[in-house]
């Protein structure tokens, strides 16, 4: 087993998706019981509530100005991210990051890096399932709306999509299967985080989804 922790810092915005930042963090909460070393914590613009999407309202752990050291960064996704992918603060922030930090998304929040340039050459993915909107003229599958922000990445449609330092993760969700694979990418056992899945109740769905990994060569 991993010894010497893995840190985790997720992104929170205005109107982002509960689930999607939710999820990864139950995950490390759980797996918190059979190492205390590890950790996730939530990172804002700025140290004030965020007020996400539905009327959940969360308080950030750090702020932007803090620079917290952390092993991944992880990125969610919801309505919000229309305005983060043009959110030049938090694009700095991203590029400050070290490079063995890892840069992670769920949903659309794979639509930032995409702005960004960093999904080119690469292979990512994003949500699947339109909601009613998405569905009809004039919207758009978020997936889709993916391979229109960077026309030179590899739309993949794994649940989650592994391109060495960039993680990305399918719709809402999957931020549980992304939460497990960090947790293989930080070096525990498939055993352990099998007992993880096992916690949580998870483990049925966990079979299901375990193989539904994309690693790139």
């Not at 959940?56 to 752990?61: A, C, I, M, S, Y």
């Not at 050459?121 to 569905?135: L, M, N």
Request: with cysteine; proline share 6%; glycine share 10%.
């Amino acid at each position: 087993m991993a010894t010497n922790g893995f840190r985790l810092g997720i992104y929170v915005f205005k109107d982002v998706e509960i689930v999607d930042f939710a999820a990864p963090h139950g995950v490390f909460s759980v797996a918190r019981r059979f190492d205390p070393e590890l950790e996730a914590f939530l990172i804002a613009d700025a140290m004030r509530p965020v007020q996400a999407q539905a009327g959940f309202t969360v308080l950030p752990n750090y702020s932007f100005g803090d620079r917290p050291a952390m092993d991944a960064f992880l990125i969610p996704g919801g309505f919000g991210t229309r305005q983060e992918i043009r959110n030049g603060r938090l694009h700095e922030f991203v590029r400050s990051q070290p490079a063995e930090t890892l840069l992670t998304s769920v949903c659309t929040g794979s639509w930032v890096y995409a702005a960004m340039g960093l999904l080119d050459g690469i292979p990512a993915t994003s949500r699947k399932e339109p909601d009613r909107v998405e569905a009809n003229p004039p919207g758009k599958v978020p997936i889709d709306r993916l391979a229109d922000l960077a026309p030179s990445c590899r739309i993949s449609r794994a649940r989650v999509v592994d391109a060495g330092r960039i993680v990305t993760a399918g719709g809402i969700a999957s931020g549980f299967e992304l939460g497990f694979h960090l947790l293989r990418r930080a070096g525990y056992a498939e055993d352990l985080i099998g007992e993880v899945a096992r916690v949580m109740e998870y483990q049925d769905a966990y079979k299901l989804y375990r193989d539904d990994v994309e690693i790139a060569s």
